[in-house]
């Protein structure tokens, strides 16, 4: 049934559905996009903490290269994970500041509600480059990971 032909009632159940509906995958997708974070932190600063561990073990006073780049991967995968937990926070805010900012003028009767949903809709879309971040961070401990295996290859 399309809206034009639904009494009100229906109209109200049907936007408290998709409104819940919506709730719901928005709050799915912030705790997956959340869990992924923290684990690109855990296993990039795992490996560093590893590879910390093994320069503090050697005796000898120069320090070998190869887990010093390992070591490089693994901190610019944390030092990502910053940059996104920064961006996720500041996003956050200013959505929040902004459909605070815009749900007083709608109860000042300045705006409409189309116009509430409209303004709220048009700063939901996040772009793209947090997730290149992400994914770039997650081949950093590949490429850290890698350069252990290697080098513990390579020494057998």
């Known amino acids: 049934m399309k809206i034009s032909e639904m009494t009100e009632e229906n ?3 049907s936007f408290m559905r998709i409104d819940g509906h919506d709730k719901k995958l928005s709050t799915d997708n912030h705790s997956a996009i959340e869990a992924g974070i923290n684990y690109l932190f855990l296993t990039n600063a795992g490996g560093a903490v ?3 561990g093994f320069l503090g073990s050697q005796s000898s006073g120069a ?6 780049l390992a070591l490089g991967f693994f901190g610019v995968g944390v030092l990502l994970v910053g940059i996104i937990k920064f961006y996720r926070f500041s996003y956050f805010s200013a959505v929040a500041h902004d459909w ?3 749900a007083a003028l709608f109860y000042d009767d300045k705006i409409n509600f189309e116009e509430l949903v409209k303004r709220h809709g048009l700063r939901r879309r996040e772009p793209l480059w947090p997730y290149c971040v992400g994914y770039f961070s997650f081949f950093c401990f590949f490429g850290g990971s890698f350069v252990g295996l290697c080098l513990l290859l390579v020494a057998l």
């Open 50 to 52: 590893a590879v910390l």
């Open 11 to 13: 109209k109200y159940f």
């Open 100 to 102: 605070s900012a815009n």
């Open 63 to 68: 320090i070998p290269w190869g887990p010093l």
